[in-house]
């Protein structure tokens, strides 16, 4: 199977247009392509989603509003880590990706790692740039999406 789907955790209306600025900045200031403001759940599995499809009905029904710290601004392993804001483990999210984590684990191992990418792709930042970065103090999330992710940045 060519598709590769994920489970995003997406910011509360707000804080979208907030974050989809910051990373359209981002992305402008470092050459790369734009997306979607998001955490992810759980990462790229080959699946037909229609099956998960109840699963996440039940999710989204029972699921509520909350937010998380943020701790600052890192870089990391590119291409998918460039730049990205870490996030505090807060139980509500731990307890969200627990949820996930046991509907897809035996399809793969994944680490969860809260953090908001802000740029995709090879890229060399220095510690001024990412001090530059204005950040609030949380950020909050309000709704859960399934969405196929390519296997390249472009896409």
């Given at each position: 199977?060519?598709?590769r789907w994920s489970v995003w955790l997406e910011p509360c209306k707000t804080d979208m247009v907030r974050y989809s600025k910051l990373i359209s900045e981002?992305?402008?200031k470092f050459s790369s392509p734009i997306f979607d403001p998001h955490i992810t759940l759980f990462g790229r599995v080959g699946i037909e989603p229609e099956p998960t499809f109840s699963f996440f009905e039940d999710l989204i029904r029972n699921h509520t509003t909350f937010s998380s710290k943020i701790l600052g601004v890192n870089t990391g392993e590119p291409p998918w880590k460039s730049l990205f804001i870490q996030l505090e483990a807060c139980e509500a999210l731990l307890n969200m990706q627990a949820n996930i984590n046991d509907l897809f684990k035996t399809l793969?191992?994944?680490i969860f790692d809260p953090h908001l990418s802000l740029a995709y792709g090879d890229l060399t930042i220095n510690q001024n740039e990412m001090d530059a970065i204005p950040l609030?103090?949380?950020i909050r999330f309000s709704a859960v999406a399934l969405v196929m992710t390519p296997d390249t940045i472009e896409n």
């Open positions: 199977m060519n598709n981002c992305c402008e793969r191992d994944y609030p103090e949380i």
